[in-house]
């Protein structure tokens, strides 16, 4: 695989982390928009957090592993 096609290829499999992690924070919020109890409000900041954290760590962590190869 030359390196344009590596490149490019990892920078879909960035974006597409970005995006389903952006999704999951935002139905987080859906869930926490729409809770009618207490259980069901800290189940929608659990996803928003873990949402957040993952859109923070996952990409770096990725391009440090790439880094290093």
């Known amino acids: 695989m030359t390196p344009d096609h590596l490149a490019r290829n ?3 499999i960035l974006v597409a ?3 389903v ?4 924070a935002v139905f987080g919020v859906i869930v ?6 207490t259980g069901m409000r ?4 659990a ?3 873990s ?5 923070a760590v ?3 962590g990725l391009t440090a592993k790439w880094r290093s190869r």
Request: glycine content about 6%; cysteine-free; proline content about 6%.
């Open 58 to 60: 996952v990409p770096r």
């Open 47 to 49: 996803i928003v957090l």
């Open 42 to 45: 800290v189940l929608g900041v």
């Open 51 to 55: 949402a957040l954290y993952a859109m």
């Open 17 to 19: 982390i970005r995006i």
């Open 10 to 12: 990892r920078w879909l």
């Open 32 to 37: 926490l928009a729409r809770a009618p109890d």
């Open 21 to 24: 992690t952006a999704m999951g």
